[in-house]
C-alpha cells in the first residue's frame, strides 16, 4: 500500500493558510453584523449595481438639502431671536417715552432719552447679529455687517437737522433720513452697509423652496429705528433744549417705537411661517431618508441570524485549528514511537 505524506513544511503552510483565510471569514463577517451591509456588494446585487446606485444618488442628494435646510434654519432662527430682542426693547421704552412726553418734566424726558439711547445701541447690535460667520440682516452680503454704529447713525441725522428748530420739522427730518432712496444720502447710503438684494431662494427637498427676505434694509426695521433714533437725539442734546421741543420730539420718538411693534409682529409671523416650511421639509427629508436606508439595506444588507450563525462557525473553525495546531507542535519522536 502507498503512502501519501504531508511534509512538516507543507502543513505548516497549510495550517498558516487556513489560519488566514479564517481570520479573513471572522473579519468580514464581524463587520456584516457590525453594519448590517454586505461586504460582497457584486453578490448581493446580483451584478447589477443600477437600483443602488440610484439608492445612493438619492441618500447624497437628501443629505445636501438636510445640509441646507439646517444652515437656512439656523439663519432664520437667528432673525427670529434677533427680532424679539428688538420687540422686547420697543415694549420696555416706547410707551415710556409717550408717557414722559406729557409730563413737562425735563429731568423725566431726559431719563427716558437716555434709557432709549442706550436701547438704540442694543437694537443695532441686534441687527448686526452674526452666526457661523455670516451676518443674517445684510442680504447676500452675509460676509458684512448690516449696520453701522449708532454713532454713525447719529451723525448722519445731526447733518440733517442742522438749523432746525421746531420739533415737527426735527422729526420730519429724521422720517426723511430713514426713508431716503439709495443716492439720497440717507439711511441706506450712510448706515445700511449690506446689499440691496436679499438671500437667494434655496431648495429644501425635491418640492420645496424657501426664501429668507428679510434685511436690516427692511422699512419694517427703518421704521422702528427712526423712534429710537429720535430719541437719541434728545438724550445727546442735538436738539433745542427747551422742554416743548423735547418733549414733542421723544413723543414722536415713543410713537414711532408703539407702533413699529405690530409692524415687527407681523414681519416676524413672516419669517415663522418660513420657519415651518423648512420644518415641514427637514421632517420629509428625514422620513425620505429613513426610507431610502431601509430600501439599501434591503437590497444589500445581510441577515443577522444568518451571519450570527456564519460568525460562530467560523470562530469555532479557528479554535479548532488553534488546538490542532498546539498539538501538532508538542509531538515528539518519544511520543511517535
Same mark, same amino acid.
Given at each position: 500500500?502507498?503512502?501519501?505524506?504531508?511534509?512538516?513544511?507543507?502543513?505548516?503552510?497549510?495550517?498558516?493558510?487556513?489560519?488566514?483565510?479564517?481570520?479573513?471569514?471572522?473579519?468580514?463577517?464581524?463587520?456584516?453584523?457590525?453594519?448590517?451591509?454586505?461586504?460582497?456588494?457584486?453578490?448581493?446585487?446580483?451584478?447589477?449595481?443600477?437600483?443602488?446606485?440610484?439608492?445612493?444618488?438619492?441618500?447624497?442628494?437628501?443629505?445636501?438639502?438636510?445640509?441646507?435646510?439646517?444652515?437656512?434654519?439656523?439663519?432664520?432662527?437667528?432673525?427670529?431671536?434677533?427680532?424679539?430682542?428688538?420687540?422686547?426693547?420697543?415694549?420696555?421704552?416706547?410707551?415710556? %417715552?409717550?408717557?414722559?412726553?406729557?409730563? $413737562?418734566?425735563?429731568?423725566?424726558?431726559?431719563?427716558?432719552?437716555?434709557?432709549?439711547?442706550?436701547?438704540?445701541? $442694543?437694537?443695532?447690535?441686534? %441687527?448686526?447679529?452674526?452666526?457661523?460667520?455670516?451676518?443674517?440682516?445684510?442680504?447676500?452680503?452675509?460676509?458684512?455687517?448690516?449696520?453701522?454704529?449708532?454713532?454713525?447713525?447719529?451723525?448722519?441725522?445731526?447733518?440733517?437737522?442742522?438749523? %432746525?428748530?421746531?420739533?415737527?420739522?426735527?422729526?420730519? $427730518?429724521?422720517?426723511?433720513?430713514?426713508?431716503?432712496?439709495?443716492?439720497?444720502?440717507?439711511?441706506?447710503?450712510?448706515?445700511?452697509?449690506?446689499?440691496?438684494?436679499?438671500?437667494?431662494?434655496?431648495?429644501?427637498?425635491?418640492?420645496?423652496?424657501?426664501?429668507?427676505?428679510?434685511?436690516?434694509?427692511?422699512?419694517?426695521?427703518?421704521? *422702528?429705528?427712526?423712534?429710537? $433714533? *429720535?430719541?437719541?437725539?434728545?438724550?445727546?442734546?442735538?436738539?433745542?433744549?427747551?422742554?416743548?421741543?423735547?418733549?414733542?420730539?421723544?413723543?414722536?420718538?415713543?410713537?414711532?417705537?408703539?407702533?413699529?411693534?405690530?409692524?415687527?409682529?407681523?414681519?416676524?409671523?413672516?419669517?415663522?411661517?418660513?420657519?415651518?416650511?423648512?420644518?415641514?421639509?427637514?421632517?420629509?427629508?428625514?422620513?425620505?431618508?429613513?426610507?431610502?436606508?431601509?430600501?439599501?439595506?434591503?437590497?444589500?444588507?445581510?441577515?443577522?441570524?444568518?451571519?450570527?450563525?456564519?460568525?460562530?462557525?467560523?470562530?469555532?473553525?479557528?479554535?479548532?485549528?488553534?488546538?490542532?495546531?498546539?498539538?501538532?507542535?508538542?509531538?515528539?519522536?518519544?511520543?511517535?514511537?
Amino acid at each position: 500500500m502507498k503512502y501519501i505524506s504531508v511534509g512538516d513544511m507543507s502543513q505548516t503552510y497549510l495550517m498558516r493558510r487556513h489560519n488566514v483565510q479564517l481570520k479573513s471569514t471572522i473579519s468580514r463577517l464581524s463587520d456584516e453584523m457590525i453594519s448590517g451591509i454586505s461586504q460582497d456588494l457584486g453578490t448581493a446585487v446580483g451584478g447589477d449595481f443600477t437600483a443602488l446606485a440610484a439608492i445612493d444618488r438619492s441618500i447624497a442628494r437628501g443629505d445636501a438639502y438636510k445640509q441646507v435646510a439646517t444652515e437656512t434654519d439656523l439663519m432664520a432662527g437667528t432673525q427670529q431671536d434677533a427680532l424679539e430682542m428688538i420687540q422686547g426693547h420697543a415694549e420696555a421704552i416706547g410707551s415710556t %417715552l409717550v408717557s414722559a412726553s406729557f409730563t $413737562a418734566s425735563y429731568s423725566m424726558i431726559d431719563s427716558g432719552a437716555q434709557n432709549a439711547a442706550a436701547r438704540f445701541s $442694543a437694537v443695532v447690535d441686534a %441687527l448686526n447679529v452674526n452666526v457661523a460667520g455670516r451676518y443674517v440682516f445684510s442680504g447676500t452680503t452675509t460676509d458684512t455687517k448690516p449696520v453701522a454704529s449708532t454713532d454713525t447713525i447719529i451723525s448722519g441725522l445731526e447733518a440733517a437737522i442742522g438749523g %432746525l428748530n421746531a420739533a415737527e420739522d426735527i422729526v420730519n $427730518a429724521v422720517d426723511d433720513w430713514f426713508d431716503a432712496a439709495v443716492g439720497d444720502n440717507g439711511y441706506l447710503d450712510q448706515a445700511y452697509i449690506g446689499s440691496a438684494d436679499s438671500l437667494a431662494p434655496v431648495r429644501l427637498s425635491e418640492t420645496d423652496t424657501t426664501q429668507l427676505t428679510i434685511t436690516a434694509a427692511d422699512p419694517t426695521i427703518r421704521n *422702528m429705528l427712526k423712534g429710537f $433714533a *429720535m430719541a437719541t437725539l434728545v438724550a445727546r442734546d442735538l436738539v433745542p433744549s427747551n422742554t416743548e421741543t423735547r418733549a414733542l420730539v421723544i413723543r414722536a420718538a415713543g410713537e414711532r417705537i408703539t407702533a413699529g411693534q405690530s409692524e415687527l409682529t407681523n414681519l416676524s409671523s413672516e419669517l415663522g411661517t418660513v420657519e415651518g416650511i423648512i420644518s415641514d421639509a427637514q421632517t420629509r427629508n428625514s422620513a425620505q431618508q429613513t426610507a431610502l436606508g431601509l430600501a439599501r439595506k434591503d437590497l444589500i444588507g445581510v441577515d443577522d441570524y444568518e451571519s450570527a450563525t456564519a460568525l460562530e462557525a467560523a470562530q469555532s473553525q479557528m479554535q479548532t485549528l488553534y488546538t490542532l495546531t498546539s498539538r501538532l507542535t508538542k509531538l515528539s519522536l518519544t511520543d511517535y514511537l
